[in-house]
């Protein structure tokens, strides 16, 4: 029996996808061994606008507290980065196990939920000692940061310099 031939652009266009998924993949776990919080930017910009509002005084509480908040998420953080290291073990196996990888996602969704919601509770808590006029600047400052980083992806990328 001869071994049967695949096209030659079949070929070329798994390995371009092997490539560009190793690629994603490998950039976005390289990323996460990092001991810097794996915290989505709105939690992040909640916090900020939360403590930009606030007068000076009340802001190294505020701080104080959202930092604690972190600390208590190092478990689910470090869970995520044990999945994520997993995950790429066996992307890189020489078989692909679909079920494995599944449960693996899986994993990583519940991990993030549960980071996500104790940093949650603790906006909430923040959020709750604010006055109406203070929360409503934290959504004018939410809206503001939407509407400028949808301004920058519209935006054309900008000229190179003259020399």
Do not use: C
């Not at 900020?48 to 930092?67: G, K, T, W």
């Not at 600390?71 to 890189?92: S, V």
């Not at 604010?130 to 519209?154: H, N, P, T």
């Amino acid at each position: 029996m001869t071994p049967s031939k695949l096209p030659l652009w079949l070929v070329a266009s798994l390995i371009a996808n092997a490539l560009l998924i190793g690629l994603l993949i490998g950039g976005g776990l390289k990323k996460s061994t990092t001991p810097t919080p794996q915290v989505s930017p709105n939690e992040l910009q909640i916090a900020r606008s939360i403590h930009d509002v606030l007068p000076e005084e009340a802001r190294r509480s505020v701080r104080r507290q959202f930092q604690q908040a972190l600390r208590a998420t190092q478990p689910e953080r470090r869970e995520i980065r044990r999945l994520r290291r997993k995950l790429r073990r066996m992307l890189l196996a020489e078989t692909y196990d679909q079920a494995a990888v599944a449960a693996i996602f899986a994993e990583l969704r519940a991990a993030d939920s549960a980071m996500r919601a104790s940093l949650h509770e603790e906006l909430i808590q923040q959020l709750g000692e604010l006055s109406l006029e203070q929360r409503q600047s934290v959504l004018r400052d939410l809206g503001r940061d939407r509407r400028d980083a949808a301004r920058r992806r519209r935006a054309p990328p900008p000229s190179p310099p003259d020399e």
